[in-house]
């Protein structure tokens, strides 16, 4: 996730949730200069970004992506995101939303599955974006307080607002890098997660020897080519395990697994939690605005 809390221009406390799940950070705030990440970052919750003044970029999936000023940005944070690049004086807010909750405010479902398919949306509306900037900091400050109740119900309104207004939001513009040989094995693993997939497959999309795939992979991503794999694939499973009556074993194969038996390995390992016990999270916890 795009947070620090060591440096930080507004001394923040964090607010854990009681009902976070294994791998949530809860509902939680941040208002902080970013520090640069060293590996690929993944939880399980929705994330929101405003970047009040400077430049960041990061990898988003497996685009880098560059932030400006005043757009929200939000994503699901069990996509593997890795902040690379922070100009000097950044200002930046940061709130992650359990994904139990963000499911129960029942959001239109195009919004919805675009952030749990991967997808990264940008609001560059000037109207909103001026509203971000005043609403978004008095969210940390009263998260900070332990006042979640009318921030919990502003940030439902503004994701309505996000999601009936999707003409000004877009998957953000990348710099290209996804032309690059890390970036075009990424995409290649991304586009092809459901198929069996070997090494020799990857480098060969970027016309590479295994050996230095592998290499080159691992220096830009953080991470090994199965690694970014089975994240990838775990969390495909997530999603279907939250949108679909699929049974857990038609959801190992469709996102990609060979045998039951090794998602469940992937699957705990990764989420810290068994199918069955997302799948029943996710249906049946309710929300209480006094639980933060």
């Known amino acids: 996730m795009l947070r620090t809390e060591a440096v930080s221009k507004t001394p923040s406390r964090r ?33 929101l970004n405003l970047l009040l003044d400077g430049m960041v970029t990061y990898v988003h999936r497996d685009h880098f ?10 994503f ?37 599955q675009a952030l749990l398919t991967g997808e990264l949306v940008m609001d560059e509306d000037d109207v909103n974006a001026q509203l971000d900037r005043l609403l978004l900091p008095r969210w940390h400050v009263e998260l900070t307080a332990g006042q ?11 994701l ?14 990348t710099d290209g890098s996804i032309n690059s040989r890390a970036g075009r094995m990424a995409h290649y693993i991304v586009s092809n997660y459901a198929a069996p997939l070997t090494v020799e497959a990857v480098a060969r999309e970027a ?8 290499t080159c992979f691992k220096q830009t991503f953080g991470v090994t080519i199965l690694e970014y794999t089975l994240q990838y694939r775990v969390t495909q499973a997530q999603r279907l395990l939250m949108t679909t009556d699929d049974s857990v074993l038609d959801i190992a194969l469709q996102s990609g697994f060979g045998s039951l038996s090794s998602f469940y390995v992937a ?3 990764y989420t810290g939690r068994t ?7 996710s249906t049946g916890r309710s929300w209480s605005a006094g639980t933060a």
């Open 15 to 47: 607010r854990r949730a009681k009902l976070a799940a294994p791998g949530s950070l809860g509902l939680s705030s941040w208002r902080c200069q970013p520090a640069l990440m060293a590996l690929p970052h993944q939880h399980g919750d929705i994330e």
């Open 65 to 74: 992506v560059q932030m400006a000023p005043g757009a929200l940005c939000i």
């Open 76 to 112: 699901w944070g069990a996509i593997p995101h890795q902040l690379v690049e922070a100009r000097p004086a950044c200002d930046f807010c940061v709130f992650t939303i359990p994904l139990e909750l963000f499911l129960g405010w029942k959001l239109p479902e195009g919004l919805v």
């Open 148 to 158: 979640p109740a009318i921030v919990l119900k502003e940030m439902e309104a503004r």
């Open 160 to 173: 309505w607002r996000l999601a009936l207004g999707r003409k000004h939001a877009s998957t953000p513009h």
């Open 207 to 214: 016309g590479l020897h295994p050996s230095y795939a592998m």
């Open 267 to 269: 699957f705990q390992r």
């Open 275 to 281: 199918p069955k016990a997302m799948r029943q999270a």
